[in-house]
């Protein structure tokens, strides 16, 4: 199916995992927050063949981000790719959805599954609540990668277009507009590629489908 084909199919927004990932889905119940979260897991009987990896998505993302890198790393030893609470297919709580919050789910999912120490990668709200994790926990953390993040540093002033998402009764708006335009929800991803239109036909109709589930 392609973007076009798409387009004339009616959106299924219950997010479905990924066909190809569907042996690694698991659902697992924190045991402190006490809401669940939707992950990958390619080895979660794996007791040994080195340090876990864990990947965490950024922000309007979930865990299907790394699907290129996922079965690569899977060769290697497990990979944990999450959904963060509030995204993708994970429980979405009342709750503060700061960045310490959400380093404070990570080390919870880590408690949860018996992991001591894992490598951990974030992108974009994933690296900066990596980065966040591994500067309060740093015996926890192996190794770190983060990609288009930023330092943790203290509150400064919000970007015009962040202000508007969290103004009363806009943001909320703003996403019934998309909901109602699945093509303006589509090209509402243009400035975050240099060629949308470039991508692989295959992509191009995941990020049809997704960014229209999101919204």
Known sequence: MNVQQAASTPIDRTMPPLPEFAPYVRRVALARHGFSLFLYDTQPDAGSGGVPRLLVHGLGDE???????????????????????????????????????????????????????????????????????????????????LLDGGLVAKPGKLDLGTMLFLAPGIGEWLYTRLRKDPQAAYDSLRPYYANLDALPEADRTLHYERVNQRV
């Open 63 to 145: 865990a299907d981000t790394w699907r290129h890198v996922l079965p690569t790393l899977a060769a290697q030893r497990r990979v944990i790719a999450v959904d963060l609470p509030g995204f993708g297919r994970s429980d979405k709580p009342d709750a503060p959805y700061s960045v310490p919050w959400y380093a404070g789910v990570l080390l919870d999912l880590l408690d949860t599954l018996q992991i001591e120490r894992v490598a951990l990668a974030g992108h974009s709200l994933g690296a900066v609540t990596s980065h966040w994790l591994a500067l309060e926990q740093p015996a926890r953390i192996e190794r770190l990668a």
